[in-house]
């Protein structure tokens, strides 16, 4: 379950249309002095077109603590949420983070992101596999008209003719790596002799 925090660490949250919720303000039940999000203390969810928040707000002016609990809609539209808030908060910091919130960045670095851990992985990759050696340069080359497929937008031509010496194709490489004796087309495609 997610911690209550400072609902203004969850902000901005932005829907899918593009609009965004950069400030929530509400004024105190008590003294009507406007409190906005670094006053309240609780969960801001963005669950599919709505944001919901259910939080405690706390006014610096008078001292008094009240509820909120409401959803907000796509066109900014504020609606209470006639669940109790204590209730509504419980709901929202068990769901499962969705595909488009941004998790407060507390959540971020208990769990590193996808891409992170791929960005990860390739730096080790590369460690692994030293330093690139420069494969060599002929002078002439033919492609074969014969392609395998295509890459990057590319064809992949099956073979390829270097300085009179037939090469095969032998795999794609986007490290651009090569071993000795094999030829490196377009920056990623790997070419052994025949
Ligand atoms: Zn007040």
Same mark, same amino acid.
């Given at each position: ?18 609009? !965004? ?9 008590? @003294? ?11 969960? *801001?969810?963005?669950? =599919? ?9 706390? @006014? ?8 909120? *609990? ?8 504020? %609606?209470?949420?006639?669940? +109790?808030?204590? /209730?509504?908060?419980?709901? /929202?910091?068990?769901? +499962? ?11 971020? &670095? !208990?769990?590193? /992101?996808? $891409?992170?851990?791929?960005? &990860? !992985?390739?730096?080790?990759?590369? &460690? ?10 002929? &002078?002439?080359?033919?492609?074969? !008209? $014969?392609? /395998?497929?295509?890459?990057? $937008? %590319?064809?992949? +031509?099956?073979? #390829?003719? #270097?300085?009179? *010496?037939?090469? $095969? ?12 004796? =094999?030829?490196?087309?377009?920056? @990623?495609?790997?070419?052994? +002799?025949?």
């Amino acid at each position: 379950m997610q911690p209550n925090r400072r609902l203004s660490d969850f902000l901005p949250l932005k829907f899918a249309n593009g609009q !965004e919720i950069k400030q929530f303000s509400k004024p105190c039940v008590a @003294c009507g002095k406007m409190l906005h999000a670094k006053h309240m203390h609780g969960v *801001a969810r963005l669950i =599919e077109n709505h944001i919901a928040i259910a939080a405690k707000a706390h @006014c610096e002016s008078c001292g008094a603590d009240f509820s909120v *609990a409401c959803v907000i809609n796509s066109d900014k539209q504020v %609606k209470r949420v006639v669940l +109790p808030r204590i /209730l509504f908060n419980l709901y /929202l910091r068990n769901l +499962p983070l969705q595909n488009q919130e941004t998790a407060p960045s507390a959540y971020v &670095r !208990e769990q590193p /992101l996808p $891409e992170e851990l791929d960005a &990860r !992985e390739d730096a080790a990759e590369y &460690r692994r596999a030293g330093p690139v050696k420069p494969s060599f340069q002929p &002078r002439d080359i033919v492609r074969a !008209e $014969e392609s /395998l497929g295509r890459f990057q $937008e %590319k064809p992949i +031509p099956a073979w #390829l003719i #270097l300085d009179g *010496a037939r090469f $095969e194709f032998d795999r794609i490489a986007p490290d651009a790596r090569t071993k000795d004796g =094999e030829y490196l087309l377009d920056g @990623c495609l790997i070419y052994r +002799p025949a």
